[in-house]
T-cell receptor, first 112, second 111 residues
Framework: EPEVTQTPSHQVTQMGQEVILRCVPI?????FYWYRQILGQKVEFLVS????????KSEIFDDQFSVERPDGSNFTLKIRSTKLEDSAMYFC??????????FGEGSWLTVV | EDQVTQSPEALRLQEGESSSLNCSYT??????LFWYRQDPGKGPEFLFT???AGEEKEKERLKATLTKKESFLHITAPKPEDSATYLC????????????FGPGTRLSVLP
């Protein structure tokens, strides 16, 4: 069964360092998403991506965040200068227009 | 304001004790309501999609229903392996492609 894969599963980084989280969406999907979940809190929308550009983003997704689809398979989230409050589980998801989205297992980011 | 709420926050059931989880939403132009299961430290796992009031979907011990204001996830004769957090999410016209999640219901099924 096709699935969304994410790497790394866990990353510890120093405050102020850059982090790149990687995702391989399901191959025939056209919509890609990043969500995050701070421990014990709701799953929160960060950004959606379609046709090689950002289609929507939340208030959380400020200038320190960026997304990229560098080739036909990978979808990345970059956090330029990490803060303590960026510590969270980051989920990549993919789907088709107006349809269900499927999530990866997440990348747990710890900023120290 | 909260647009997707879930109740109860937590629920403990004995094995075999059926119950229902609630997801209430206040959005206009609902495109779809989605139920996911989330185990600790894992990503949300898709369960059901419901598109219109009156629709029902079933899978093993789970059944999801939808009205114009809320959705229920009915769990019949649950087993300990059904223990997880159950999340609902909505996609609506004013959200674009975004899925808005509720806070979840944490279900524990005791043997």
């Amino acid at each position: 069964e096709p699935e969304v894969t994410q790497t790394p599963s866990h990353q510890v980084t120093q405050m102020g360092q850059e982090v790149i989280l990687r995702c391989v969406p399901i191959s025939n999907h056209l919509y890609f998403y990043w969500y995050r979940q701070i421990l014990g809190q709701k799953v929160e929308f960060l950004v959606s991506f379609y046709n090689n550009e950002i289609s929507e983003k939340s208030e959380i997704f400020d200038d320190q965040f960026s997304v990229e689809r560098p080739d036909g398979s990978n979808f990345t989230l970059k956090i330029r200068s990490t803060k303590l409050e960026d510590s969270a589980m980051y989920f990549c998801a993919s789907g088709e227009l107006g349809n269900t989205i499927y999530f990866g297992e997440g990348s747990w980011l710890t900023v120290v | 304001e909260d647009q997707v709420t879930q109740s109860p926050e937590a629920l403990r059931l004995q094995e075999g004790e059926s119950s229902s989880l609630n997801c209430s939403y206040t959005v206009s132009g609902l495109r779809g309501l989605f139920w996911y299961r989330q185990d600790p430290g894992k990503g949300p796992e898709f369960l059901f999609t419901l598109y219109s009031a009156g629709e029902e979907k079933e899978k093993e011990r789970l059944k999801a229903t939808l009205t114009k204001k809320e959705s229920f996830l009915h769990i019949t004769a649950p087993k300990p392996e059904d223990s997880a957090t159950y999340l609902c999410a909505v996609q609506a016209r004013n959200y674009g492609q975004n899925f808005v999640f509720g806070p979840g219901t944490r279900l524990s099924v005791l043997p």
